[in-house]
């Protein structure tokens, strides 16, 4: 946060390629006036953030990462 409050937001390199709920999730995310930034409830009421799989499925994703590393 320090670095987005002293540098901006960070511009991504290839937009066109995420969704737009992705990319609204990360402007309400990221944006540089901390009272206009979305507090935690507000994102984990977004709807990119309601279209995630369960954590569950991060196990078996991690351990193929690491067994293929």
Known sequence: MYLIATNGTPKLKHPEKISPELRDFL?????????????MADL??????????PLSTLYPLIKKARDNA
Request: proline share 4%; hydrophobic share 45%; net charge positive.
């Open 27 to 39: 402007v309400r995310c990221l944006d540089v006036d901390v009272e206009k930034r979305a507090t």
């Open 44 to 53: 984990l009421a977004h709807p990119w953030f309601k279209k995630s799989a």
